[in-house]
């Protein structure tokens, strides 16, 4: 019985400890969609993929390690394309059986870390239609993705306000001062007007330098 618990034990730790990383502990399935930390997937009990964040998005885009194959995921190599194709089949599976998550590593092209992709079969309490429909969510670890940048540190290093260090850190994570407007709710020109201040603060005039700064701060936090 112990050796039947333990993947699922060290399962459900894995996903914890990805979604602890990327800040999501406790997050909705529709607010997973919001993280800029983890790709993020909704397959329905067909397996097809109903939703995705940017990050997963990205992933799928680019075809390396994880791609979209008219609608169904599907991975680079034909041995990671096997075992994915089991994966899922655990997780969503046919009426009647037992649904059941599971952890997998995926090949990218040479000299690039390995993907990690936990698929998790959902429980749905949500009143969104489109999230009601998930049955398994798929979340997306790319080790090669630089650590999180707190925006409390950047404020403290800098003396910014939260605003200000909010608007730091996006740039420095490679948003454009459109995507940051998009995040944040805000108008571009009061993320211009932001940028401003913060130049003034921190004595530059280029958002390059700015983020050189925001990630050397960051490196020796």
């Not at 993947?7 to 996903?15: A, I, L, T």
Request: hydrophobic share 45%; proline share 5%.
């Amino acid at each position: 019985m112990i050796e039947r618990v333990v993947p699922h034990v060290r399962q459900f730790v894995w996903v914890r400890q990805a979604l602890a990383d990327a800040g999501a502990l406790g997050a909705s399935l529709s607010q997973l969609l919001d993280s800029q930390r983890l790709g993020v997937i909704h397959l329905d009990r067909w397996q097809r993929i109903i939703a995705a964040n940017d990050l997963a998005r990205e992933v799928l885009r680019r075809g390396d390690g994880l791609s979209d194959r008219g609608g169904t995921l599907s991975a680079s190599t034909p041995a990671d394309r096997m075992g994915l194709e089991q994966l899922l089949a655990n997780a969503v599976p046919q009426p009647g059986s037992i649904s059941v998550g599971g952890s997998m590593s995926l090949s990218r092209q040479p000299g690039r870390r390995r993907l990690m992709v936990h698929v998790k079969p959902t429980v749905v309490r949500e009143l969104d239609l489109i999230v009601r429909r998930a049955a398994a969510l798929v979340l997306i670890v790319d080790p090669s993705l630089p650590p999180p940048i707190d925006p409390r540190h950047v404020a403290t290093a800098f003396g910014l306000t939260p605003a200000e260090s909010e608007v730091a850190c996006w740039l420095a994570q490679g948003k454009s001062v459109a995507e940051i407007a998009a995040s944040t709710g805000r108008q571009k020109r009061s993320v211009y007007w932001l940028l401003e201040q913060i130049y003034a603060k921190v004595g530059v005039r280029r958002q390059v330098d700015l983020v050189r700064l925001v990630l050397a701060a960051t490196e020796f936090a």
